[in-house]
T-cell receptor, first 112, second 112 residues
Framework: NAGVMQNPRHLVRRRGQEARLRCSPM?????VYWYRQLPEEGLKFMVY????????ESGMPKERFSAEFPKEGPSILRIQQVVRGDSAAYFC??????????FGSGTRLTVV | DQQVKQNSPSLSVQEGRISILNCDYT??????FLWYKKYPAEGPTFLIS?????DKNEDGRFTVFLNKSAKHLSLHIVPSQPGDSAVYFC???????????FGKGTRLSVIA
């Protein structure tokens, strides 16, 4: 049973480009969470999704950021028109309905 | 407004001694607390948790203590081993599938 798979592991984008981060949850997990970790900071919640539904996006910036978890395929965190301040490690976690997180290894986004 | 605080950014302990990592929280709605361990370039790994109805939970070398009245929890590692060197994050949740709120982490170094 593979763990939570995130890709790419490293992503470099120029300012103004789009970044797409993918997360495949563990088998049997229907809940996905995205967190962001800035340098020297803890992980900050961004968005919580179930299949085809956004449950809680209270931690997501209102502009440029969006997330989806389609019926088929991975969850996608999309950042449009990236800026230097978006450089961070983005972690995805998944859980079954009863709770209990498993984190992926993260995507390290660098905006140059 | 940080709801989960880890006031010690780093801690250095001799191998074989006890490591004590502390965490304070402000939101009385939190009812489940977790500790995660994180190595560089990896995602957080679940270590141990405690429900608010308990004041202690033990798993091998790891023990978590919860003082609800003080809104304080601590993680004890004994005996400490060099492989325990990592960043430790305290997290809290209101239960179920609600998002985790993380502290900024404490970097533990166990010196041989």
């Amino acid at each position: 049973n593979a763990g939570v798979m995130q890709n790419p592991r490293h992503l470099v984008r120029r300012r103004g480009q789009e970044a797409r981060l993918r997360c495949s949850p563990m088998k049997g997990h229907s809940h996905v969470y995205w967190y962001r970790q800035l340098p020297e900071e803890g992980l900050k919640f961004m968005v919580y999704l179930q299949k085809e539904n956004i449950i809680d996006e209270s931690g997501m910036p209102k502009e440029r950021f969006s997330a989806e978890f389609p019926k088929e395929g991975p969850s996608i965190l999309r950042i449009q028109q990236v800026v230097r301040g978006d450089s961070a490690a983005y972690f995805c976690a998944s859980s079954p309905p009863r709770g209990g997180y498993t984190f992926g290894s993260g995507t390290r986004l660098t905006v140059v | 407004d940080q709801q989960v605080k880890q006031n010690s950014p780093s801690l250095s302990v001799q191998e074989g001694r006890i490591s004590i990592l502390n965490c304070d929280y402000t939101n009385s709605m939190f009812d489940y607390f977790l500790w995660y361990k994180k190595y560089p370039a990896e995602g957080p790994t679940f270590l141990i948790s405690i429900s608010s109805i308990k004041d202690k939970n033990e798993d091998g070398r790891f023990t978590v203590f919860l003082n609800k009245s003080a809104k304080h929890l601590s993680l004890h590692i004994v005996p400490s081993q060099p492989g325990d060197s990592a960043v430790y994050f305290c997290a809290a949740t209101k239960g179920g599938n609600t998002p985790l709120v993380f502290g900024k982490g404490t970097r533990l170094s166990v010196i041989a």
